[in-house]
């Protein structure tokens, strides 16, 4: 069985050749190679891809379609680019649970002695500020 992140990094670089499928020019390219129109948040997507990997593909889509109509739904007025953000970005961290088993710390992604200096100087500041006044 491959790894979660293994399939990520499929599923990522077949999302990488997203293609819009109302280009000509993406179209044209299309007829060159096997590729499958998703639709995400309502609009088409051509996306090259082997006929081995359509399927997956057909899951990603479909993942991300699933995370950015929740977002959407709970943010009217945001740009579709914020919403393909923070669905990556959900994608991501599910992605990471899933790798660490629920585990994962804010101390492997938080460089806490560098911050525990940062305040031990904004003190100092602001004690230094209270002083001269």
Same mark, same amino acid.
């Given at each position: ?33 096997? =590729? &499958? $129109? ?8 051509? %996306? @090259?891809?082997?006929?081995?990997? +359509? ?23 945001? =740009? &579709? $680019? ?8 959900? %994608? @991501?961290?599910?992605?990471?649970? +899933? ?35």
């Amino acid at each position: 069985m491959t790894s979660p992140r293994k399939r990520w990094n499929s599923h990522l670089g077949q999302l990488l050749t997203l293609r819009s499928a109302n280009k000509s020019t993406d179209m044209a390219s299309a007829q060159n190679s096997h =590729s &499958r $129109e998703v639709t995400i948040l309502g609009s088409n997507y051509r %996306i @090259a891809c082997t006929p081995e990997e +359509e399927n997956a593909l057909l899951a990603a889509a479909a993942l991300v379609d699933r995370h950015m109509q929740i977002i959407s739904g709970k943010m009217k007025n945001m =740009s &579709r $680019e914020r919403m393909a953000v923070m669905a990556a970005i959900n %994608i @991501a961290h599910e992605l990471q649970q +899933e790798e660490t088993g629920g585990t994962t710390s804010a101390s492997e992604y938080f460089d806490s002695d560098a911050a525990k200096r940062r305040i031990a100087d904004m003190g100092a500041r602001l004690d230094a500020l209270v002083a001269a006044t």
